[in-house]
């Protein structure tokens, strides 16, 4: 079994920064891609940003020059470092991370349990 814990959610007023951490920890043989995602009352999760196990990113359009996304491969962690923030960034944001297990190598696919980020006006 593969856990994620997010950390660094909060309130912030518009134009601040926060930044997200979301550690992996379990029977973990390869992690692959992982990412952000976001979502809102009564709409679909949606895509913030991914890196893979090399460093390559991509960004939803929305986010593009605000949002910075890393990880440490070491620490099985990946982070997101969000700037100028606008509330329309509110939203619970959940870390997802991609790989394989150990023992018969299956892959996975799991999620964070969530945590809210409000942006004030």
């Known amino acids: 079994q593969v856990q994620l814990v997010e950390s660094g959610g909060g309130l912030v007023q518009a134009g601040g920064s926060l930044r997200l951490s979301c550690a992996a920890s379990g029977s973990i043989f390869r992690l692959n891609a992982m990412g952000w995602y976001r979502q809102t009352p009564g709409k679909q999760r949606e895509l913030v940003a991914t890196i893979t196990s090399g460093g390559i990113t991509n960004y939803a359009d929305s986010v593009k020059g605000r949002f910075t996304i890393s990880r440490d491969n070491a620490k099985n962690t990946v982070y997101l470092q969000m700037n100028s923030l606008k509330p329309e960034d509110t939203a619970v944001y959940y870390c997802?991370?991609?790989?394989?297990?150990?023992?018969?190598?299956?892959?996975?696919?799991?999620w964070g349990q969530g945590t809210q980020v409000t942006v004030s006006s």
């Open positions: 997802n991370a991609e790989g394989q297990r150990h023992g018969l190598y299956l892959p996975f696919s799991s």
